[in-house]
């Protein structure tokens, strides 16, 4: 019950994030290819890090062949892509 709360907690500030993303033109701020990679950097690493954080919940039981490791594959694969693009577009661009 108490990874089902974190669980709640982490999503509704995610979805509060995306909401005040998607809202950010009607305070004047103009998006840039910068503000894309950064916050898109930004997301995936959180979700990668949410999914990665659940340790034993799974999205694909572990059992299953050839397939049950690999929600945790991908849930390090997000944390190192959303890394490394926040990274080049604070950094690159």
């Not at 959180?46 to 919940?57: D, S, Y």
């Given at each position: 019950m108490k990874k089902l709360a974190?669980?709640?907690?982490?999503?509704?500030?995610?979805?509060?994030?995306?909401?005040?993303?998607?809202?950010?033109?009607?305070?004047?701020?103009?998006a840039s290819l910068r503000f894309y990679l950064v916050g898109g950097g930004a997301s995936?690493?959180?979700?990668?890090?949410?999914?990665?954080?659940?340790?034993?919940?799974?999205?694909?039981?572990?059992?299953?062949?050839?397939f049950g490791r690999l929600d945790d594959s991908i849930a390090w694969i997000l944390v190192a892509a959303g890394l490394g693009t926040g990274l080049v577009g604070y950094f690159l661009v």
């Open positions: 974190r669980l709640l907690v982490v999503l509704a500030l995610i979805a509060g994030l995306i909401l005040f993303w998607l809202n950010l033109d009607a305070f004047g701020i103009h995936a690493f959180a979700v990668g890090l949410l999914l990665a954080a659940l340790g034993r919940w799974d999205l694909i039981p572990d059992w299953i062949p050839l």
